[in-house]
């Protein structure tokens, strides 16, 4: 029989998730406070709710900021890249896991050790060979290096979980004739939805968010993201804050929508991702 918590430790319990569960959305609700604020009463009163609500810091925001084709470039970035990393990763995640050969775990090494790396330590370099094969101030020349920059992770994620799929599986298809490929997309693929989901969960945010490499590699005003844009608002010598608020919560609706649609996905996907991970 299961042992019944006590009173004091269920209030124990849930005096420190509703602790928790306010450091996580006060940050949220102040951000959205003081987005209705002018930079003025936001310097006076920090913490406080608007004496006068400002409406127009949201369309003003969004034009000044230009954040309509910001907004559609950060779709293509995010949707492109994650589709091509999820797709690459557990084509690779099959080959290493189910496809033996001699060269395998020198293959599968040299695509993992780039979870070492952070993107400040290959900025350079990447910028390099972006500019000598043309790639500078193109979408490709930004979707590359996040599907690069993704697929090392998302390669061990997949690799890790296909390999607790029984091989039987795939030697009875090879018996009844089936190919690498009709297995892949037979079997493994849809075996392999809850590694996929954390993946693309994993690269969503990290795309949406991403700053520094679409600010380094294009110039073009049209091509940069919407955290580039949102960075207007701040100057060296001062700040719009109320804008730059607007712009923040306008940068942070997608990833709320996404989370509110997804959320059971997002939950089931992290956990078995994790477990059988």
């Known amino acids: ?137 193109t979408r490709i020349g930004i979707l590359l290096p996040y599907i690069g920059m993704g697929m090392p992770k998302g390669i061990y994620l997949c690799t890790e979980y296909i390999k607790s799929i029984p091989d039987s599986l795939v030697e009875s298809a090879r018996i009844d004739g089936a190919s690498y490929p009709r297995i892949f997309a037979s079997i493994i693929a849809p075996m392999a939805k809850p590694v996929a989901t954390t993946l693309a969960i994993l690269n969503v945010t990290g795309v949406w968010n991403e700053f520094m490499l679409v600010n380094v590699l294009t110039s073009k005003a049209s091509l940069k993201s919407l955290p580039v844009g949102i960075l207007k608002f701040s100057g060296a010598l001062s700040s719009d804050y109320g804008k730059q608020f607007a712009a923040l919560a306008v940068g942070m609706l997608p990833m709320l929508i996404f989370y509110a649609i997804f959320r059971n996905q997002i939950t089931k996907g992290v956990s078995a991702g994790a477990v059988k991970g």
């Open 1 to 137: 029989m299961k042992r019944e918590t006590s009173l004091p430790a269920r209030v124990l319990l849930y005096s420190v998730l509703l602790i928790f569960t306010f450091m996580t959305l006060y940050p949220v609700f102040w951000l959205i406070m003081s987005s209705f604020k002018t930079t003025q009463e936001f310097q006076v009163n920090r913490l406080g709710l608007p004496r006068r609500w400002i409406l127009t810091n949201y369309p003003l925001a969004w034009k000044i900021g230009g954040f309509g084709h910001l907004f559609i470039n950060s779709i293509i970035y995010t949707v492109g890249s994650t589709l091509a990393v999820v797709l690459l990763s557990l084509s690779a995640g099959f080959a290493f896991a189910k496809i033996k050969s001699r060269a395998t775990p020198f293959l599968h090494g040299s695509f993992v050790i780039g979870i070492l790396l952070s993107a400040e330590a290959v900025l350079i370099p990447l910028f390099l060979m972006a500019n000598a094969a043309g790639l500078t101030d």
